[in-house]
């Protein structure tokens, strides 16, 4: 798998697996704005030149905030959400960040998995945060965390 920055043209492929996987999928204006903001950096997972998924992260001193990760839904369960998020984390702690934040759906067992797994920990919820019904958690993973699991 190739992980690089994502350009605007990629953006009508990430769209696509957007709308295959989020309940209010974020639309091709929201992510030109996304990528006109110097503080954000989208990247994207391809297979053979194919974009299979893509990450955002927010830089805010020394915090990094995940707004989405997806893969298509053809690729899912085969290790590439794991491997594209292991990317950004080294990449993120490298450049000075101490910590990394996402939310995630409650029900969301998969994702979970995967962040619980790279040493992320849920830290908070924000009660009925999806569409006024569905719990929110607040997951963190910590510089010192990320290294201890690596070394
Ligand atoms: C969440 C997502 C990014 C993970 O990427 P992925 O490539 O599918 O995940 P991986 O293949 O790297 O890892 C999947 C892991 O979840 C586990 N898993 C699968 N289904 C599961 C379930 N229902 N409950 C718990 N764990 C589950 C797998 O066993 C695997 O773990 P293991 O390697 O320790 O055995 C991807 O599935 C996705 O795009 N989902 C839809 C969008 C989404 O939910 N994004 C996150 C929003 S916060």
Redesign the pocket.
Known sequence: MKIREMQQGDIPAVVEIENQ??REPWTEAIFKEEMAQGTRTYYIAELEDRII?YMGLIWILDEGHIT????DAN?????????LMTYVANLAFEKGLTSMT????AS???????YE?LGFINEGTRPKYYEGREDAYIMWLYKEAWNERTV
């Open positions: 996987n989020f998924g989405n990760v997806a893969i690729h899912q369960g085969m290790g590439y959400g794991r491997e996402l939310e995630v759906r969301n067992a998969r994702a979970i998995h995967v797994s």
